[in-house]
Each structure stands twice: as C-alpha cells, then as structure tokens.
C-alpha cells in the first residue's frame, strides 16, 4: 500500500527566504508526482506535474524534484511572500498508467510573514 | 464552466438522513475521481470513473456511500443514513484523456462541505 508522508508539518518563514517542502513515498513504482496548493476552505489548485521519467519540474518560483528510486521528491519555493502561505500537498499515483487514485501526504502548513 | 463544479458548497443535514452530492467536471475530462478531505488530512480516495463505468471504488468506506455517472459527464455521490463521523469536505477532481507532459493532471473542484449533526 503507498503511503506519502511530508515534512515538516508546518513551517513559518519570513518573506523572502528561500525554502524547501519535502515528500516522501514508499513504493516506487509511480507514474507521476503532482504537487497541490490549498487555501483554506478551498479546493486544490494544481502546482506541478512531474512524470516518473522526469527529474524536475518548474513554474515561476517553484521547482519541483523527483527521486524516483529512493521515492522522494521536493518542492523549492523562491525569494517567498505572504502570498505563498498555504497548505502544501503532495500526491502520487501509483500503477504505471494516467489514470487510477492518487495517493496524498497530509500536506505542509506554510506561513510566511511580512 | 472553465472549472470543476460542485453543489451543493456547504450542506447541513441530520444523522440518518440521504444527501446528494454532484460534480460537473470540465468539458471534455473523461476521468472523474472523487476524495473525501477531514479536517487537517490530505484527500483520500473514494472512487474514479473513466467514462459512466467506476474504474476502481476501492476507496468507498462501505455500502452506505455510492457514486453514478450516467453519461459520463456529471456525477453524483449518494450518502445514505449518514452518520456524523461522514463530516468532511468532499472534493470532485476531472482528467482528460491523452498523451502529451500533462497527462493525468487532476484538476479539481471547491468541495462540497457536509456536515452531520
């Protein structure tokens, strides 16, 4: 069974400092890695994709890393603002096709303050 | 819509009662996942459907929930006789068919907040 575990839990920064969210899965055998934001009482808004034959994504600020074969991945956050405090999930999907469940960490609790 | 859309956004309802659920997902998205969110957890799974048949409903926590897509566009989540611990924000998510780098991105709608006194 996958299990995705995220640390730290929750994390609060100062604006503008450069961070570093972590993911962690168990089996290996993934077919993407997507990293979600979520305001509080809202949905989630898609970040970034990363298929498992790639290493690394990028949005603006954001760079997403995968590890495949030790099963971790990282999001960076760039120069961050207050804007950027969320709740940080990461999700994979396990069985080698598009389609099927994802599985989700609890998600990292970002606060960065002015 | 340009987005996915549920209704109700928040429902009240007392224990033992039926609700419904439904999820307009964007055109075109022939997979549709359903997640039920508590308070300080990421999503969990429910069920998915590719087109009208449910793909996978291992995620369904017992036969008290069920879950139809007649035409393979919007779905609907039925709760019978809900009990309060079915609290929780239920979340709608669509993904469209085909190649290319975004393949399987979900996309996903504001939730249905459901509450069961």
């Known amino acids: 069974k996958q299990e995705v575990t995220q640390i730290p839990a929750a994390l609060s920064v100062p604006e503008g400092e450069n961070l570093v969210l972590n993911c962690s899965f168990t089996?290996?055998?993934?077919?993407?890695l997507q990293w979600f934001r979520q305001d509080p009482g809202k949905g989630l808004t898609s970040l970034l994709l990363?298929?498992?034959?790639?290493r690394e994504q990028t949005s603006g600020r954001l760079n997403a890393s995968l590890d495949k074969s030790s099963g971790r991945s990282t999001l960076y956050i760039a120069a961050s603002q207050p804007g950027d405090s969320a709740t940080y999930l990461c999700?994979?999907?396990?069985?080698?096709?598009?389609?099927?469940?994802?599985?989700f960490g609890q998600g990292t609790i970002l606060t960065v303050h002015p | 819509g340009a987005g996915v859309s549920q209704t109700p956004s928040n429902k009240v309802t007392e224990k033992g009662k039926y609700v419904e659920l439904r999820c307009d997902p964007i055109?075109?998205?022939?997979?549709l996942y359903w997640y039920r969110q508590s308070l300080g957890q990421g999503p969990e799974f429910l069920i998915y459907?590719?087109?009208?048949?449910?793909?996978?409903d291992s995620g369904l926590p017992n036969d008290r929930f069920f879950a139809v897509r007649p035409e393979g566009s919007v779905s609907t989540l039925k709760i019978q006789r809900t009990e309060r611990g079915d609290s929780a924000v239920y979340l709608c998510?669509?993904?469209?068919?085909?190649?290319?780098?975004?393949?399987?991105?979900?996309?996903f709608g504001e939730g249905s907040r459901l509450t069961v006194l």
């Open positions: 998510a669509s993904s469209p068919r085909g190649g290319g780098p975004n393949t399987g991105e979900l996309f």
């Open positions: 089996d290996s055998a993934i077919y993407n």
């Open positions: 990363i298929q498992s034959s790639q």
């Open positions: 999700a994979v999907r396990t069985g080698g096709t598009s389609y099927g469940k994802l599985t």
């Open positions: 055109s075109g998205h022939t997979a």
């Open positions: 459907f590719q087109g009208t048949g449910a793909a996978d």
